[in-house]
């Protein structure tokens, strides 16, 4: 019991101090993890330029602008929208609150006019309130806007450089662990896979999502649909949360622009097709990359969001992904990819029979590279003679 206390004291300790030193360099860290997001989404494209024949850093810098072109795009796509549509939304909101106050005035409930103003009035000046706050944090987020242009710069150097050099930087990084290098390797490698198969994964997800909600609100004649549907896609890549958000927000909008009957419709239609991402388009696109529980995504989303904010959640989970994948291979443990029950209930019951030394299983397979097969202490020596003598 002592030993148990123990250690929850210092695994306490650890992360006590590790999230402190996250909070401080959140700037420098936020940025290298988002890079690193980014290269296991970008790597695949320019993967297949080299192939193609062009040189890493045309490669690279081609991915590059490839990938600016698509976010400019976007944003100026949506942006023109947002500026086209935002008139008739606000004329909407107004007609729609025209109309609950007339409800609320005629209908069931039977309020007064004054009654109604006063909460009106109540909720002006707590707009206008912060407003104020906002305008007296103007300096701070002066400051605020040059730490996050100088962590913008970060990102782009990094990610170009992992695009460009990310074999030659886990070479690198490699020669500093000495004898454990190949058990790191391993890890990194696995690590690499995992993340690679999840944000391509989640992007994949995240653009059927918001492509479809596109076409639902644009269906319903709501305004602002493609910056919503924008919204939707971004907010996917924060798991179970943030489509509550994204949705909420949309639901908001068309009930103010539409009406309570198709607010209802889209919820519907909304709730349908999170089921449908969650039991079909997650596991067959994201396969196993993050097989965590409920509550583990819960609870890793709140220690990101405690952390850094919205960025923090956003990348929580993909790096637990990362640790939970690398860590059995750093333990020389077997792969995280387990075999069915059946099989695992069968297994130890025949690998006994076949090796009776006791050997476990696990060290045959570290000594395979170079035994072939007999046992590690003899072969090397035996081979040794037999060769002599022939020579």
């Not at 980014?38 to 320019?46: D, E, N, Q, Y």
């Not at 490669?59 to 602008?65: D, E, R, S």
């Not at 006063?118 to 909720?123: A, E, L, M, S």
């Not at 989970?317 to 995280?336: F, K, Q, S």
Request: with cysteine.
């Amino acid at each position: 019991m002592a030993a148990w206390s123990a250690c929850l004291i210092l695994l306490g300790v650890v992360v006590h101090y590790f999230a402190q030193a996250v909070a401080t360099l959140r700037f420098v860290a936020l940025p290298v993890a988002i890079a690193l997001l980014l290269a296991a989404l970008l790597f695949p494209i320019t993967k297949r330029l080299r192939k193609a024949g062009l040189r890493p850093i045309w490669a690279t810098w081609a991915t590059m602008l490839l990938a600016f072109a698509i976010l400019v795009g976007t944003g100026w796509i949506v942006g023109a929208r947002a500026n086209e549509e935002f008139p008739r939304l606000v004329a909407q909101l107004k007609k729609s609150v025209e109309e609950v106050q007339e409800w609320l005035i005629t209908g069931p409930l039977h309020l007064q006019q004054a009654q109604i103003q006063k909460w009106v009035d109540q909720i002006t000046d707590l707009i206008t309130t912060q407003q104020a706050v906002i305008g007296n944090t103007v300096l701070t987020g002066a400051t605020v806007a040059v730490e996050v242009l100088a962590s913008l710069v970060l990102l782009l150097f990094v990610t170009f450089f992992l695009l460009k050099d990310g074999d030659r930087i886990w070479a690198w990084v490699l020669r500093g662990f000495g004898g454990v290098a190949p058990r790191v390797d391993r890890a990194g490698r696995a690590a690499w896979e995992t993340l690679s198969q999840y944000v391509q994964g989640t992007v994949a997800v995240a653009a059927v999502h918001g492509v479809i909600m596109g076409i639902v609100l644009a269906g319903m004649g709501v305004p602002l649909w493609a910056p919503l549907a924008v919204l939707i896609f971004f907010a996917s890549f924060i798991p179970i949360v943030g489509i509550f958000i994204a949705g909420g927000l949309a639901t908001l909008v068309t009930l103010g622009s539409q009406g309570p009957l198709l607010a209802l419709v889209f919820v519907g239609i909304l709730v349908v097709e999170q089921q449908l991402e969650n039991h079909v388009l997650q596991p067959l696109i994201v396969g196993r990359a993050v097989n965590f529980h409920p509550l583990a995504v819960i609870l890793v989303l709140a220690v990101g969001g405690v952390l850094a904010g919205i960025t923090g959640a956003a990348v929580a989970v993909p790096i637990a992904a990362v640790i939970y994948r690398a860590l059995p291979e750093l333990r020389g443990d077997p792969p995280a990819e387990l075999p069915p029950p059946s099989a695992s209930r069968t297994e130890p019951a025949t690998e006994p029979a076949t090796e009776p030394a006791g050997e476990p299983p696990a060290e045959p397979a570290d000594a395979a590279p170079g035994d072939g097969g007999e046992p590690p202490p003899k072969e090397p020596a035996g081979g040794g003679r037999h060769d002599n003598g022939q020579e």
